[in-house]
């Protein structure tokens, strides 16, 4: 079957059901109304559920994410909670004590916000614009390139490999940003290129 | 791995050896709690440390760190001289009865061909003896004396129980009582599964570990059955995905190369790819090599690869080494030989061995690009932390950019488990301050790059300016467009070959098959083995179908699993020479007189026939390989070798320093501690604990306060010979660095008898840096050595040399 079914939805149907009939059948009419004004709404109720995988060893446990705020209708939407999901086949919902804690890895404190630049020498680190940033790297890059490009070697064959630039890619981030980071790095001809495979 | 997490619950014993699954992969080894549950199977570890794994398993034996091959051409032995073989799978499916040239042999620790100065071998003797036909010369009576089965047993005659309990520190009734469960897999009906991790892979062989497990592995019979396998637990949640896509200095996606600048143009290149059958009637699937060359090379550069100018042949860069991994990145860096360097989501400042000189070689940068979720140790190697980064920071001149980027929650794609499945996931959440995503990142730097060479010209721009970049957002290219790009599409209408009248892809379709690729540039795709994830019907990544008929744990409809949806790879090899299951019980496929059927996708052309197409079907031989001709380094078969820094010699031969082969760099050359060196005479070794990933979670206080703060491990015996206390400040240094840690003192970590020496074990857990929530501490890098494995250099972090003392105070920086 397809699991199409939002946990949430499920969730807040299976808990009307529960109220509606245990108190209702044992006629505390009055009861029940007392007991809808002081019960807290289900909190999970009002969020937005979304399918993601677990970041961390390549067990890959499917997880469900809980957000204030929809990503997909544009909105601003803030993780709030995070469980296993029962319906993916390896993991079946369970979850480690590295998963159960994985959003507190997200809004860990030091969580990069803003990108930063530390000059030759300096302490610290001071705030730089995107645009800065990346004008930077990309004069850094050509520059680079061109002063030390090799097109041929001593026997004359084209080799047209870059080597005083590397790039050391990741081992988290998903199969579309490894692919373009291929072309990138690979069309400017860059071969000190590697990935944590081996540690 | 060659199955999935979920089919470890078909199995009768597992064995984890190399890895620790129920610490590292909690989640994925609750199938081995499956398999013991109901199938009855059992657990055996082998491991120096009574680890989590071992706390649970049915049996446990110690080893000492880098002794592996021993304890596994031990086996092989035992289960030869016991004939604990599945004879039937080995004369049909194995190399075994493949004659070996007269000239190849072994002596003194090492294979005919090596030379001394250069470090390697020639490795012209290590291959089959052809026949004038072209086809190799087999014995299939296993009687000649040079065929590959008679070679083995030759091979591991030295490795006695008794051998294994000098080497190894198992003791030998320990080793027999592990052969004795082992052999029983050798029935067809019962079969073994390896789960291995980086226990084997971080050491000067590693490479030949493996080797030893996937041929007894062969021996028995499990490979390509259900619950069996070998089952490589890949460490992170994509890097299964990001080896894939080739991300190495050597690599093209789909496991193809580089080339070298041997290969001059484009037909030297192919010259060697041709990948003829050596057995007859064998499918060789190698030989469409070049279909996925050129349908990569289109995806590449589009209209500019033609067949004119050999697909833009010399757009690709040409390796004058065999690659530029990462540590011979950093060993340039360090003769101020590169200028720029880039971390995606990476800290090689922990992570690569050799901590100072890391530092040393990252000192000569002039710009360092960091794009991270978290602040890094990597981002901040120049900053003063006392003795956990003793840097003269105003002396470092390097420039640092960190750029923030979205991590998994806020990011859409697909991760690639370790057992191969491709699984989509979307975002849910948005990312915090101006953090971006990584394709939005690498986007900017490709156009500013490309932008700078239209405005001013500059050396070689060509395969820059025609790299394809055709999204609709070219400031963003999206998650689904790149998906469908390495799936492949149709250029120009794709013709069945043997019937053209029919039409496989239409020009402009999404291609369904790796089957449809073409060599005459029809085609695109970036990368051949996800073919069929993003088809025409859609997303196959994104799959959510959970049932699996009959409870085989394929999950066939599940996200997708390279290659072709392909749950267990070799499975043909599940069938005997007429097509049937070796067990019924745990049939994959089977062969119906017509075709292949079953649960899973064959491993195997539908209508091949059984006992004439054999199952190993990307091998040439079309059989797998007990003896690995001239494809490995270090030899066609693993042989017994010493870590390069040992509490023993060689027993082989006393003057074979670690592997014979393995790279070794000038500058660091003096940085062993000699053989049995009394200045450091313990062996110690890295893990991971539960608690923690890598160097991420010390960033969640959540984990750091569950295992907060930096300590080595070691025994009660140890322990008393140093003065140590349970719980006391130590100091643990090798030959290139020291780090200070608490003491754990157990009873998991004892003594061992190594060749008549007592040898202590010292476990180091490596989750520990100078940012994030938890204590500032160290890992285990500041110790390592810069030495890699001969094939693939992976660097030994899992055995080497080093000393203890108490340190009775923080010791001032």
């Given at each position: ?22 108190l209702?059948a044992?006629?505390?009419g009055?009861?029940?109304?007392a ?48 469980e296993?999901?029962a319906?993916?086949?390896?993991n ?84 579309e ?15 000190g290129?590697?990935?944590?495979a081996?540690? | 791995?060659?199955?999935s ?6 199995t009768?014993l597992?064995?984890?050896m ?9 989640c994925?080894?609750?199938w081995v ?6 199938r ?33 051409m ?29 000239e190849?042999?072994?002596s003194?620790?090492l294979f ?5 100065e250069k470090r390697?071998?020639?490795k ?7 026949g ?9 009576t ?5 065929c590959?089965?008679?070679l ?9 129980p008794?051998?294994v309990?000098?080497?190894?520190g198992?003791?030998?009734d320990?080793f ?11 029935s067809?009906?019962?079969?073994m599964t ?14 030949q ?6 041929m ?88 500019a ?6 697909w833009?042949?010399?757009y690709l ?6 690659a530029y ?11 101020g ?29 002039k710009?360092l ?32 950019l960190?750029?923030?980027t ?24 948005t ?6 995503h ?14 700078l060479y239209q ?11 025609n790299?394809t970049w ?14 469908r ?14 019937d ?5 892809a ?51 409809n ?7 949806n392909?749950?267990?790879?070799y499975?043909?090899?599940?069938c005997?020479?007429?097509g ?16 292949w ?7 195997m ?12 079907i ?29 509490p ?19 500058s660091t ?47 009660e015996?140890l ?5 140590i ?26 003594p061992?008898?190594i060749?008549?020496?007592t ?7 490596l989750?520990?840096?100078?940012v ?17 494995d ?7 972090f ?16």
């Amino acid at each position: 079957m397809n699991i199409d079914l939002s946990r949430r939805g499920f969730l807040r149907l299976a808990g009307a059901g529960v109220a509606a009939t245990s108190l209702g059948a044992m006629g505390f009419g009055e009861a029940e109304a007392a007991e809808q004004a002081h019960v807290r709404a289900f909190k999970l109720a009002t969020t937005t559920e979304t399918r993601n995988t677990c970041p961390y060893c390549s067990v890959a446990c499917g997880i469900i994410m809980y957000s204030k705020g929809d990503v997909k209708a544009g909105e601003t939407a803030e993780l709030i909670h995070i469980e296993g999901d029962a319906d993916h086949p390896t993991n079946r919902g369970t979850l480690c004590p590295k998963g159960a804690a994985l959003k507190d890895f997200v809004k860990a404190p030091t969580r990069l916000t803003k990108p930063r630049y530390r000059a030759a020498g300096a302490s610290e680190f001071q705030d730089i614009t995107w645009d800065e940033a990346l004008d930077k790297i990309a004069r850094a890059m050509k520059d680079d390139r061109d002063a030390n490009f090799i097109q041929t070697n001593e026997a004359g064959v084209p080799v047209n490999r870059w080597t005083t630039t590397g790039f050391l890619a990741a081992s988290a981030t998903t199969n579309e940003t490894a692919w373009l980071t291929y072309k990138t790095v690979r069309s400017m001809g860059i071969v000190g290129f590697d990935n944590q495979a081996r540690v | 791995m060659t199955n999935s997490w979920t089919d470890i619950k078909n199995t009768d014993l597992v064995i984890v050896m190399g890895g620790n699954a129920a610490e590292a992969h909690p989640c994925g080894f609750k199938w081995v709690t499956e398999a013991k549950a109901h199938r009855g199977a059992k657990l055996i570890v082998v491991d120096p440390r009574y680890n989590r794994t071992a706390s649970v398993s049915d049996y446990y034996a110690p080893i000492r760190p880098g002794s592996d091959i021993v304890f596994l051409m031990g086996m092989i032995r035992w289960m030869i001289e016991n004939d604990k073989v599945q004879w039937e799978y080995v004369r049909n499916y194995t190399n075994a009865s493949f004659l070996v040239k007269d000239e190849f042999g072994w002596s003194d620790g090492l294979f005919t061909g090596y030379d001394e100065e250069k470090r390697d071998y020639d490795k012209s003797s290590w291959d089959y003896k052809m026949g004038e036909d072209g086809f190799v010369q087999t014995d299939p009576t296993l009687q000649d004396p040079r065929c590959v089965w008679n070679l083995l047993k030759a091979h591991v005659d030295a490795y006695t129980p008794e051998f294994v309990e000098r080497i190894c520190g198992t003791p030998k009734d320990k080793f027999l009582h592990i052969a004795e469960m082992i052999g029983e897999c050798s029935s067809p009906t019962k079969t073994m599964t390896s789960m291995y991790a980086l226990g084997w892979t971080q050491h000067s062989k590693g490479a030949q570990n493996i080797r030893g497990m996937a041929m007894l592995q062969l021996i028995l019979g499990n490979i390509g059955v259900r619950g069996g396998g070998m089952n490589a637990l890949r460490g992170h949640s994509n890097i299964q995905g990001l080896t894939d896509i080739g991300l190495m200095s050597n690599l093209i996606p789909g496991y193809l190369n580089i080339p070298t600048e041997k290969e001059a143009d484009w037909a030297t290149y192919m010259s060697t790819r041709g990948f003829k059958p050596i057995v007859p009637g064998q499918i060789s699937y190698w030989q469409n090599y070049s279909k996925f060359m050129v349908s990569f090379m289109k995806a590449m550069w589009g209209d500019a690869a033609t067949a004119e100018n050999d697909w833009a042949y010399h757009y690709l860069p040409k390796l004058d080494v065999p690659a530029y991994d990462g540590m011979r990145m950093f060993e340039l860096m360090n003769h101020g030989k590169v200028n720029l360097y880039f971390c995606q989501g990476f800290n090689p400042i922990l992570s690569f061995p050799n901590r100072g000189k890391m530092t040393e070689a990252f000192s000569k940068l002039k710009m360092l690009v960091v794009m991270d979720p978290l602040t890094t140790e990597t981002s901040h190697f120049w900053q003063n932390h006392g003795i956990h980064n003793d840097v003269d920071t105003a002396a470092i001149q390097t420039e640092v950019l960190e750029l923030p980027t979205t991590c998994f929650a806020e990011d859409e794609g697909a991760l690639v488990n370790s057992g191969r499945w491709l699984q989509w996931h979307w975002a849910g959440a948005t990312p915090p301050g101006e953090a971006k995503h990584d394709t939005w990142i690498m986007a900017q730097i490709f156009l500013r790059v490309k932008k700078l060479y239209q405005d001013e010209g500059g050396v070689f721009p060509d395969p820059i300016l025609n790299l394809t970049w055709d999204y609709a957002d070219p400031n963003e290219p999206m998650p689904d467009e790149l998906a469908r790009e390495m799936n492949g599409r149709a250029l120009a209408t794709v013709y069945d070959p043997k019937d053209p009248t029919k039409v496989l892809a239409e020009a402009g379709q999404q291609l369904s098959s790796f089957g449809h690729y073409r060599d005459d540039g029809s085609t695109m795709g970036g990368c051949w083995i996800y073919a069929g994830s993003w088809t025409k019907d859609g997303n196959m990544m994104a799959r959510r179908d959970n049932t699996d008929p009959d409870d085989t744990g394929m999950f066939q409809n599940w996200a997708f699993s390279w290659p072709a949806n392909r749950r267990i790879l070799y499975n043909a090899a599940s069938c005997d020479p007429q097509g049937k299951p070796w067990d019924p019980s745990r049939k994959i496929i089977e062969w119906t007189g017509e075709k292949w059927e079953g649960y899973d996708v064959p491993d195997m052309p539908v209508t091949a026939k059984p006992g004439e197409t054999l199952p190993f079907i990307m091998n040439p031989e079309g059989a797998s390989r007990l003896f690995s001709r001239g494809m490995m380094r270090d030899g066609p078969f693993p042989t017994h070798m010493e870590p390069f820094e040992a509490p023993i010699a060689n027993v082989f031969n006393p003057r074979m320093r670690g592997n014979p082969v393995a790279r070794v760099f000038e500058s660091t050359a003096d940085q062993f501690a000699a053989i049995g060196d009394p200045e450091f005479p313990f062996v110690a070794t890295s893990y991971r604990l539960t608690e923690h990933f890598h160097y991420w979670t010390k960033h969640n206080p959540v984990n750091a306060a569950l295992q907060p703060e930096f300590f080595v491990e070691i025994s009660e015996e140890l322990a008393a010979e140093r003065g140590i206390e349970r719980g006391g400040r130590v100091r643990v240094w090798s030959k290139r660095g020291e780090v200070w840690a608490k003491a754990v003192v157990t009873k998991r970590l004892r003594p061992m008898q190594i060749d008549g020496k007592t040898v202590h074990v010292i476990g180091i857990p490596l989750h520990w840096g100078f940012v994030g929530a938890a204590k500032k501490g160290f890992g285990p890098n500041s110790l390592t050595s810069q030495v890699g494995d001969a094939n693939v250099e992976t660097p030994e972090f899992k055995a080497f040399m080093v000393n203890i003392e108490p340190s009775a105070e923080e010791p001032v920086a």
